[in-house]
């Protein structure tokens, strides 16, 4: 905990970050400069900078605990932060509601699982952004033959069976929820992907399904930032890998370059380094 | 009330079994048990079952579906409204007023209207923005609207409506009286606007999970003051069928008519605790309710008693919903355990 508090990695972006960012002939897609959340006394997130581009993947790592969510969650509009920037394209955001990330093509699966328990599988997967046609041609009316058809093409997409679409989703197992709360972000066209956990209630196969699915929507330019405990998935298909220490960035790296070892030294010792001469320290 | 639609198997998956569908049960219960108290009263009396006390029932029963129909959007949003009765006594005595100013009826009506939703919107606001407890906030306005009626007539009794508006309580449509076209209209307006429109759905879930709602990019607070003031509305028309068919108004009318709507509500299935309701859970309700009070009334029994009875299904209807969605957790246990001890001597009588 000590070397994490010594270490002014969390505070200042790497210098090749930087760089990136600012020869490139684009801004990158997101970058939060200095962010800072406090749970009343307790400061969750204290001056995190991060950049994301277009489409690559960045895990966010950290123990639990360390603000993961939290920072995500200022990121897609979940909560204010206290102080920081967060640019879009270089543009400078603030979003007031969940609803503002989303319309400005933020989309995020939450770790609690965003469902609601009373609605059927169609209305959740469409809650906020419902197929609708008009009455007489003038009032809103839900679409639900085209919801329940576009659901179970997105079911069947991840392979997983809900035994019938119009129950309420409370009788469903973990894995069958947080597969439809992931299928959610594919209703739109998004920009960045947030997912925190996306891959903790699910079995083998459904998991291979989204991590495929994750990896082809970077392929097709999304970015993809995504919490997970689990370093195998992280390596498998991670660009860059975050990590979070109570509240501070301890350091980004480049999947490419670093052992899993060095970086779960990172997680539990908050050592920002990828040299081994320097972690055995 | 639900479909079930062919191919709504995905992946081959099969049925839970029908066992486990309770939600659509609600409104046949409740028809049955409407049915069965229809021919035991009959019995008791041969005069109940005439089309004539059929229709008088309905018409007693529309101001209260038609309110009602406002209390379950709002319980299903995981709120309550105790102001529904001093809305309607203010927003009459306020119609009532500007017509023995001598006001064209039609501009009253809009007045009229607009005061309805203004004042359920001010109690939306209270619950979105003051984040007041809704029993609160609207145990306060209920004091304060039914203060302002008070304050508005000084205690006059209006009477003497145009005769426009005494047809929409005392007139008839092929033999039917209004007031029971308008409440049927209205119940197929609030069963499309609850199941089948983005502001139903959105009603239901900030009801079941106010985060996941929010965090799906509903503007909670919007829809909270909108659902308050679809109850202010509700109450209005209500309110105009009251004051039509008894062609007058008092600032004590309306007095314990939240006890009515929201009994009616939950009797109907609709789920304190927000998330769900039944549109015709609460229509049957509320028929139920009036037939009861009408046999009540039929076999002499003093309003006091009615009261009482009220009370006590309210009480027996919500147990029997919470029995139903197993919230009772030592019923649970009691059921649990005797099963274990079921199967432990199903297994003994097979060893031996
Ligand atoms: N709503 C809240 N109110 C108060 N404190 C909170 C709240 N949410 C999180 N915290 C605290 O903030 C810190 C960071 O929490 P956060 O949820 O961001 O961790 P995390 O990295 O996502 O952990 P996990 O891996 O367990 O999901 C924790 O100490 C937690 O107790
Ligand atoms: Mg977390």
């Not at chain 1, 020869?23 to 962010?35: A, H, I, K, N």
């Not at chain 1, 329940?148 to 392979?159: D, I, M, P």
């Not at chain 2, 509903?218 to 105009?240: N, P, Q």
Request: aromatic share 6%; charged share 15%; with cysteine.
């Amino acid at each position: 905990m000590s070397v994490a508090q010594d270490h002014p990695a969390s505070e200042v972006p790497s210098s090749g970050e930087r760089g990136r960012s600012q020869e490139g002939e684009e801004p990158p897609l997101l970058s939060v400069v200095g962010l800072e959340k406090s749970y009343g006394g307790l400061k969750a997130i204290d001056g995190v900078s991060l950049t994301i581009e277009k489409g690559e993947i960045v895990a966010l790592v950290g123990d639990n605990g360390a603000g993961k969510s939290t920072l995500i969650k200022t990121i897609c509009g979940a909560l204010r932060p206290d102080a920081g920037d967060i640019f879009l394209r270089g543009k400078p955001v603030d979003f007031g509601s969940p609803k503002d990330a989303t319309d400005a093509g933020i989309e995020t699966v939450h770790q609690s699982l965003g469902l609601v328990d009373t609605l059927t599988v169609p209305e959740n997967v469409f809650l906020g952004r419902e197929e609708t046609t008009r009455l007489f041609g003038l009032f809103p009316q839900l679409d639900l033959g085209k919801m329940r058809a576009e659901t179970r093409k997105l079911l069947e997409r991840f392979g997983i069976s809900v035994p019938t679409l119009n129950e309420p989703v409370f009788r469903l197992s973990g894995g069958q929820r947080q597969t439809i709360a992931i299928s959610r972000l594919l209703l739109s066209e998004p920009s960045l992907l947030i997912m925190d956990e996306p891959m903790a209630a699910l079995g083998v196969d459904e998991g291979r399904r989204v991590l495929d699915l994750v990896v082809n929507l970077r392929d097709e330019g999304i970015a993809v930032l995504m919490i997970s405990h689990n370093l195998e998935h992280v390596f498998q298909i991670a660009d860059r890998i975050a990590v979070l220490k109570n509240g501070k960035l301890v350091g980004v790296v480049s999947t490419s370059d670093v052992s899993r070892e060095s970086v779960v030294g990172m997680i539990t010792m908050g050592v920002a380094s990828i040299d081994p001469k320097r972690t055995d320290r | 009330m639900t479909e079930t639609i062919a191919g709504d198997t995905v992946g081959g998956a099969k049925l839970i079994g029908t066992a486990d569908r309770r939600f659509p049960l609600d409104g046949l219960g409740l028809t049955l048990v409407i049915v069965a108290l229809g021919v035991i009263f009959t019995l008791i009396n041969p005069r109940f079952a005439s089309v004539d006390n059929f229709l008088n029932i309905l018409t007693q029963a529309s101001t209260y579906i038609i309110v009602a129909m406002g209390m379950t959007f709002v319980i299903a949003k995981a709120g309550i409204d105790l102001s529904v009765g001093s809305m309607l006594a203010l927003v009459t005595c306020v119609f009532f007023g500007f017509i023995d100013d001598g006001m064209a009826w039609g501009l009253a009506l809009v007045i009229m209207f607009a005061l309805g939703a203004l004042l359920g919107a001010f109690n939306g606001i209270l619950v979105a923005f003051l984040a007041v407890p809704a029993l609160i906030a609207t145990l306060g306005t209920m004091v304060a609207y039914r203060g302002l009626a008070l304050l508005h007539s000084s205690g006059k009794l209006y009477y003497g409506l145009p005769l426009e508006i005494v047809w929409l309580g005392q007139g008839h449509i092929f033999g039917i009286p209004v007031p029971v076209v308008i409440a049927a209209v209205f119940v197929a307006f609030s069963w499309w606007l609850f199941n089948r429109t983005p502001f139903g759905v959105h009603c239901r879930a900030v009801g079941g999970n106010r985060e996941a709602a929010r965090l799906s990019g509903i503007r909670v607070s919007r829809i909270e003051v909108l659902v308050y003031t679809f109850s202010g509305i509700c109450v209005t028309i209500g309110g105009l069928i009251w004051m039509a068919r008894i062609d007058g108004t008092q600032a004590t009318f309306g007095t314990a008519m939240e006890i009515h709507v929201i009994a009616a509500t939950i009797i109907g299935g609709t789920s304190l605790f927000g998330g769900r309701g039944t549109i015709y859970g609460t229509l049957a309700g509320a028929i139920l309710l009036t037939m009861l009070n009408n046999a009540l009334v039929i076999a002499g029994v003093e309003f006091f008693w009615q009261l009482v009875a009220i009370g006590v299904i309210v009480v027996i209807a919500v147990t029997v919903n919470n029995i139903r969605e197993n919230r009772i957790t030592w019923l649970e246990t009691l059921r649990v355990r005797r099963n274990q001890a079921r199967n432990r001597s199903v297994a003994r009588g097979s060893i031996a």
